[in-house]
């Protein structure tokens, strides 16, 4: 009986090289650079095929793009013809700043908005306290069903479980610290929720959520929590982002630009 070949499994890339131009051009400029958090684009590295884009004898963007499945494109230059020139090479999923999205959106049939804005920590937000609630970090050994159980009951579609829930506090970027509960103190029950990652190497703190129970909102319980979470991100990062929905009707953004977050960049996934 003939043998089998043994599968041959390809070394990791090293990524260094890549990682570390990518972390020095995004702190000049997140909000354009990127859709999300550096440390979420740093953690599929490996499967993203890397070219930087020059401008000037500088380097102004880049373009990161997995074959046959995704493409995003930033750069700190506002020249929308730019864009005209990138390959899509029939990728389903394209992630592009709002600067250059008009010439690759007709070849799209979906497409959604994100805003992206920046908290430098120049300006703290005074503390905002409520009477009848008090700020708690979440106990991450024990009480991450609870944190399943509040984001079920904050959306109308499918969210994180217990199982998936776990695998955040194993990142790199975990930090337990930034793991707040809103409680009532006369129910003595959580209320709202608020998650931060804290990437020590780049410097930046993001926000990745922040809900609120449907009875307990409109009452200050986001402005406390984001107020809570960028002051001890503060103490750590050099800065903090958060992106949202633009189409959302709880107006995320108007929330977090009143907490001292900043900025005009949105941008687009386009699907096919």
Same mark, same amino acid.
């Given at each position: 009986?003939?043998?089998?070949?043994?599968?041959?499994?390809?070394?990791?890339?090293?990524t260094?090289?890549d990682?570390?131009?990518?972390?020095?051009?995004?702190?000049?400029?997140?909000?354009?650079?990127?859709?999300?958090?550096?440390?979420?684009?740093?953690?599929?590295?490996?499967?993203?095929?890397?070219?930087?884009?020059?401008?000037?004898?500088?380097?102004?963007?880049?373009e990161?793009?997995?074959?046959?499945?995704l493409?995003?494109?930033?750069?700190?230059?506002?020249?929308?013809?730019?864009?005209?020139?990138?390959?899509?090479?029939?990728?389903?999923?394209?992630?592009?700043?709002?600067?250059?999205?008009?010439?690759?959106?007709?070849?799209?049939?979906?497409?959604?908005?994100?805003? #992206?804005? *920046?908290? %430098?920590?120049? $300006? &703290? /937000? @005074?503390? =905002?306290?409520?009477?009848?609630?008090?700020? #708690?970090? *979440?106990? %991450?050994?024990? $009480? &991450? /069903? @609870?944190? =399943?159980?509040?984001?079920h009951?904050?959306?109308?579609?499918?969210?994180?479980?217990?199982?998936?829930?776990?695998?955040w506090?194993?990142?790199p970027?975990?930090?337990?610290?930034?793991?707040?509960?809103?409680?009532?103190?006369?129910?003595?029950?959580?209320?709202?929720?608020?998650?931060a990652?804290?990437?020590?190497?780049?410097?930046?703190?993001?926000?990745?959520?922040?809900?609120v129970?449907?009875?307990?909102?409109?009452?200050?319980?986001?402005?406390?929590?984001?107020?809570?979470?960028?002051?001890?991100?503060?103490?750590?990062?050099?800065?903090?982002?958060?992106?949202?929905?633009?189409?959302n009707?709880?107006?995320?953004?108007?929330?977090?630009?009143r907490?001292?977050?900043?900025?005009h960049?949105?941008?687009w996934?386009?699907?096919?």
């Amino acid at each position: 009986m003939p043998r089998r070949k043994a599968a041959v499994i390809a070394p990791p890339r090293d990524t260094s090289s890549d990682e570390a131009a990518l972390r020095a051009l995004y702190r000049k400029d997140p909000s354009r650079i990127l859709p999300n958090a550096l440390w979420k684009t740093v953690a599929r590295l490996q499967s993203l095929e890397c070219r930087f884009i020059d401008d000037a004898s500088s380097v102004a963007g880049v373009e990161l793009r997995e074959p046959g499945k995704l493409l995003i494109y930033g750069t700190r230059t506002q020249d929308p013809l730019k864009a005209a020139s990138v390959k899509l090479d029939g990728v389903p999923t394209v992630y592009v700043h709002n600067d250059f999205v008009a010439p690759l959106a007709p070849w799209f049939d979906r497409k959604e908005a994100f805003f #992206r804005l *920046v908290h %430098t920590g120049s $300006e &703290l /937000p @005074l503390h =905002a306290k409520l009477p009848g609630y008090a700020i #708690r970090e *979440v106990d %991450t050994t024990t $009480e &991450l /069903p @609870l944190v =399943a159980t509040i984001l079920h009951a904050c959306y109308d579609t499918p969210t994180p479980g217990t199982d998936e829930i776990a695998t955040w506090t194993k990142r790199p970027v975990f930090d337990r610290r930034a793991w707040l509960w809103v409680i009532d103190r006369k129910q003595k029950r959580p209320v709202a929720l608020g998650i931060a990652e804290t990437d020590r190497l780049t410097g930046e703190g993001s926000l990745e959520w922040v809900q609120v129970l449907p009875a307990f909102r409109s009452l200050g319980l986001g402005t406390m929590l984001v107020h809570e979470l960028v002051y001890r991100l503060e103490q750590k990062v050099a800065f903090t982002t958060v992106a949202g929905q633009v189409k959302n009707p709880c107006e995320p953004d108007h929330l977090f630009r009143r907490c001292g977050f900043a900025g005009h960049d949105v941008w687009w996934v386009l699907r096919r």
